[in-house]
């Protein structure tokens, strides 16, 4: 069977900062060392601001201070997202950090900020899929142990297809053994728009771990 791999090892697009939410490094380390790794492109996805409010995260900087970034460091091409919270199966997902909206949006579902029943998880992604499906770049994290005993794989690949949206391996939750690796195989056997292979990096280290992710899918699947 043929996977799409949408990224290479040189890109990232999925990690957590100290400035805007409860990754372990600033964003001017996350550079450098993305840099020192030879990464080419990174997108810095933090949490959304309810997320940020119900973790307590204690965010220091100004994100709208951001225009004034620009890469002093090294030639990695560096810019800024967000990781949605899906909120309910009612359409309602989270979308802002500081009350700004990026561009470049994660859907994923953390059970400590979803307020719904995690029973109706299948419909909360169909639904919200169904409503913001033209700015989801891709699912994080999905068929993690949070959600996955209540995913419907067939149902989600379907809504995934209708809108060619693509879906994460995440390495750093296949690396803590997060994931229900049956269901994932199943859901990725399915979707045809692809897989990313991230970090979810919150602390440098976690850059290291995207070997294995890209090794897992190459061990599966003829690429
Ligand atoms: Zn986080
Ligand atoms: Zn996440």
Known sequence: ?????LNTIHEDYHMHSINYSDGMNTIDEIVQYAGKIWLKKIVITDHSQLAQN??????????????RRKNVYNDVDVSFGIEWDLIDDQ???CFDIQWLEPDFCILSCHKEVYEGDLKNITQAYINAIHKYHKKIKFIGHICNFSTSE??????IANVLNQYQIPIELNCAYLHSQWMNLEKFNSLLSLV???VYV???MHTLNDFNLRQAGFDYLKGKWYL
């Open 198 to 200: 991230n970090s979810d």
């Open 91 to 93: 359409w309602n997902c």
């Open 54 to 67: 119900k973790e307590g995260f204690a965010v220091r900087n100004r994100r709208s201070n951001n225009r």
């Open 150 to 155: 209540y995913l419907d794989i067939a149902a």
């Open 192 to 194: 045809q728009a692809g």
């Open 1 to 5: 069977m043929r996977m799409k791999i």
